[in-house]
């Protein structure tokens, strides 16, 4: 009989810690990969429980030090409390996958109806061994449609191909302009969206990942079938989990405070070069501010350690001659009914010293640094300044921060003045006061430069994991203008920023490229494409964002070029915004 007790409670010891653990990798997200954020929502989440777990997880180590004939009632006693250790977090990762939005994520805001819906699938290509599941996609619960890679073994009956597909058919002919796709995992690495017409399959989008909540944005498209099809998953043997499609038709709504800003430097597209070249040229350059509602000079002052302002190599005079150049070319503009705004960088990390330098002097300076900008805004007749100071570090370094900005925006904003106030910061470090965040008119968010473990820089997760953040730190989101980066880094996160407009293989869907050549390396990178640069933009819209923002103009192809960054954003403005 003793022998039978302790393989029972054995048996209830090792299921315990096995339930335990899947339980622990559901609550910090393990399941999706490793994240600060996951891991962060994981111990929030934790803290409310916290006495009750460990009291949970004590009690039962007085069993280890018993011996005898009552064990049976001391192992039930253990598992009951035991059982509560993982009924407690059980619940806990419940909570924090039904925060707002999926995820967490900001939720989007859809004005059409989710044309899926009656819908039934009509053909799911199979391999040997693979149990038809496309029917989950249709129900958007748990349960998902599992396609793998076909791997030259197609099931009886199958043809032998390269894409894992799922045909659709619409309860009837339907017009959508706008899909959302919902993975499981990251396992994706290539999809397309397809739709039947004239008798033939078209592609209408296609990119390579698709993670929690995938937005797609294009032109509308008629049809009663739609086929999904994943061309690359990162595992040939590890099947992808898709959850859900749902496609919508989504109509013009007003939108008359969305920002579509961009950063620009004076000794980049050198604006006096840019007249120099002819009224043709400067005409075809000036597309980008029928798009552009904000632009922000940047990198053109700097200061030093006492406070001083420098206009660089550049000098004072030149600033004034590039400055009124600018403006020439924003004035030929094709529609001059769009505003355009112009403000400059009155502060930035990276300009004039390192990030310990920054704080160093304004902890000393950043009344007289403010007085200055003051004065550069007011003698240019700047529509606003824009700080980058990226990297405070100390509980000082923010107050200064909060005290900086009290003081720009009292004295730029006096009388009947209405001038912006503009800062660009990371979801992950943010220390401004409440009042600060609310004098601040656009915020920047840098939704770029952070690799994921696929190495992609400028993904659409990472725009909506950091939307999440900002909002969690008391953030405004409609002040909050999502990044875009119009330029690429390794995926190996090596020192190399190479620009989109260089990139001669560059087309409209892809972000990810091999061999890229940039500064005498060669290296694969990724990019934020004109599409994804579409769906940024559609999120920032569909999710009560401020905008986009663009890092940076000189970066990107001219707008003649259809594969510009700037063209994927005006095609998901003229999608979506009423003019």
């Keep these: 009989d003793n022998i039978a007790i302790r393989i029972i409670h054995l048996i209830f010891e090792v299921l315990s810690v096995i339930v335990f653990i899947y339980t622990f990798i559901l609550v910090f997200g393990l399941d999706s990969g490793i994240s600060t954020r996951n891991i962060n929502n994981g111990f929030q989440a934790f803290i409310p429980y916290i006495t009750y777990i460990g009291l949970a997880a004590a009690l039962p180590l007085v069993f280890l030090f018993c011996d005898n004939s009552k064990k049976t009632v001391k192992a039930l006693i253990a598992v009951i409390l035991v059982g509560a250790l993982i009924l407690v977090p059980m619940n806990v990762a419940k909570s924090v996958n039904t925060e707002s939005g999926e995820n967490g994520f900001i939720a989007m805001n859809f004005q059409s109806e989710n044309i899926v819906q009656n819908a039934k699938i009509t053909f799911e290509s199979l391999k040997k061994g693979e149990k038809a599941d496309a029917e989950n996609l249709l129900n958007d619960n748990e349960e998902c449609w599992t396609p793998q890679n076909p791997d030259r073994s197609p099931a009886e009956g199958y043809d032998d191909v390269n894409n894992s597909v799922v045909e659709i058919e619409l309860a009837q002919e339907s017009t959508f302009n706008t899909a959302v796709i919902k993975e499981l995992g990251n396992e994706v690495q290539y999809f397309r969206l397809q739709a039947f017409v004239d008798d033939q399959w078209v592609t209408v989008y296609q990119s390579e990942k698709i993670q929690s909540s995938r937005l797609c944005s294009f032109d509308a498209v008629t049809t009663d079938k739609v086929r999904l099809s994943i061309d690359k998953f990162r595992d040939d043997a590890t099947p992808a989990k898709i959850k859900s499609i749902s496609l919508y038709n989504e109509p013009l709504r007003k939108a008359d405070d969305f920002e579509v800003t961009v950063y620009q430097r004076l000794d980049g597209d050198v604006p006096t070069e840019i007249l120099a070249k002819g009224t043709q040229y400067a005409e075809n350059y000036a597309k980008f501010y029928d798009v552009y509602t904000t632009v922000i000079v940047f990198a053109a002052i700097s200061w030093d350690e006492n406070g001083n302002i420098s206009f660089g190599e550049m000098g004072e005079e030149k600033f004034a001659q590039e400055i009124n150049a600018l403006k020439e070319i924003i004035s030929m503009r094709s529609d001059k009914s769009h505003d ?187 990019f934020c494409s004109p599409a994804l640069a579409g769906d940024k933009t559609a999120y920032a819209l569909f999710s009560g964002c401020g905008g986009v923002m663009v890092f940076r103009i000189g970066c990107d192809k001219t707008m003649d070029d259809p594969n510009s960054v700037a063209c994927g954003i005006k095609n998901a403005v003229d999608r979506y915004v009423e003019k």
């Design 340 to 526: 355009v705004k112009l403000i400059v960088t009155g502060l930035a990390d990276g300009t004039g010293g390192d990030y310990g330098g920054v704080n160093v002097f304004m902890a000393n300076n950043w009344e007289k640094v403010a007085d200055g900008i003051i004065e550069l805004v007011n003698k240019y007749d700047f529509d606003g300044v824009d700080i980058d100071w990226e990297y405070p570090q100390s509980n000082d370094d923010w107050k200064n921060y909060d005290n900086f900005i009290a003081k720009l925006d009292d004295s730029i904003n006096s009388g009947e003045n209405e001038r912006i106030i503009s800062t660009a910061l990371s979801s992950f470090s943010l220390g401004l006061s409440q009042e600060t965040f609310d004098r601040i008119d656009q915020i920047q968010f840098m939704a770029y430069d952070g690799n994921d473990m696929d190495g992609y820089q400028s993904s659409l997760q990472q725009a909506q994991e950091g939307i999440a953040d900002f909002k969690k730190n008391g953030a405004d989101v409609s002040k909050i203008n999502i990044g875009i980066a119009a330029y690429g880094r390794p995926v190996n996160s090596t020192p190399f920023w190479a620009v989109w407009r260089d990139l001669k293989q560059a087309n409209y869907w892809d972000s990810k490229y091999y061999n890229v050549a940039d500064g005498g390396q060669i290296y694969d990178g990724t």
